[in-house]
């Protein structure tokens, strides 16, 4: 049953508790799985693959042929809807695209900056209980149009060593480059170390269970990586107009993600608070993940009942989700007040799936309150900045004095030679 809570009497910690509770030693787990790729190498790939997936594989890449009978074996339906995604999804990330920039300034200085993209970049998908080819297209589409030469998919294998129709389709839409079938720490390990079939890359991108996670965070420096990414949560922010079972409908939508996905309803209606708890009783037992959505709704679940909308917003901001659906009559009036989410949801008629699948913004977000400073899969997350700077000797010259002012200052010698050493011809 869901927990419900009055505004007036809910603590902070109430308000922000989300069970995201680690498996013990996960970290060192982690720590021997890396050390063992990094040893084994292609091996050590094949073994976990054994161990974990159940898959006695022979090769790990996925073979061109592999993935055009896939491609072949999905129906033409879904084929229209990977595509009508793809075309969404690409049309709202191409606006993110940045131009470089020169200023030219007196005296014959020029400073500017230059967008450059990450060469090589692993797209981590998950496997297990889920297969998500939405994924696919959110990872790899804005990773392509910021201009990634290569980009490898790594996605655990069944048992039989297949991987399923539908992952292999969505990377033939996104344009996905080379995919391998590994998963797990292992796969994160392969992407930043290589291995004799695995390439290294440069950034690793994608959500993960904790051993992912964990990985993720253990081989940052050696590569870049995205956002370490937590539990599935939503927040509906609702008013008295709503139907509950859509609300309902919604907050179970993540909640049959994972146990621990965090689903929360803030909103101004006693009657719309008690008929939703009611609907998720209902609803709950008509899922096919019936026992995960009916762990998530009793561990994190939460309705929150506040005075006014003022109120809940302030509730909204504070839980930072990672969704937010402003379910609400004007939901543009109180887009201005969200501070903190990492994707927002328009109105009555915008549920979060559609943000999940088809609507063109990324549905890889800042989750366990991260959307407090962070931000959603952008082209940006793959791409690179370099500044340039150009003086002309005279420019040089002018501010050769202030330059080493400034160095000496510091306590740095060489640095203020350096400039000097230009001119000494100059001096009398």
Sequence with gaps: MIKQYRMAEITPDQILCRDIRNEK?????VDGIIADVRARGDAALLDYAKK???????????????IDAAWERTDDAFKSTLQLAAANIREFHRHQLHENFMITGKGGTMMG???LPIARVGLYVPGGTASYPSTVLMDAIPAKIAGVKTLCMVTPPAA???IPDAILAAAHVAGVDRIFKTGGAQAVAALAYGTETVPAVDKVVGPGHLFVAAATRQVFGM????MIAGPSEILVLADEGCSARCVAADMLSQAEHDRLATAVLVTTSERLAKE??????????????ADIARESIDTNGKIILCDDLTEAVKVSNIIAPEHLE???????????TIENAGSVFMGRNVPEALGDYLGGPNHTLPTSGTARFSSPLSVDDFVKKSSYLYYSRDALKAVCGDVARFARREGLEAHARSIESRFEEDRP
Excluded: M, W
Excluded at 56 to 65: D, S
Excluded at 223 to 226: E, N
Excluded at 326 to 336: G, Q, R, S
């Design 52 to 66: 974990f997936d159940h898959a006695e594989l022979t090769a790990l890449e996925v073979t061109k042929a592999e």
């Design 223 to 226: 590569v870049a990586t995205d």
């Design 160 to 162: 039989d060593g297949s």
């Design 113 to 115: 900056q230059r967008y």
């Design 276 to 289: 939703t708890a009611e609907e998720l009783e209902r609803q709950i037992p008509l899922l096919p993940r």
């Design 326 to 336: 402003l379910c609400v009559e004007d939901p543009f009036a109180l887009l201005d």
């Design 25 to 29: 030693n996960v970290d060192a787990i």
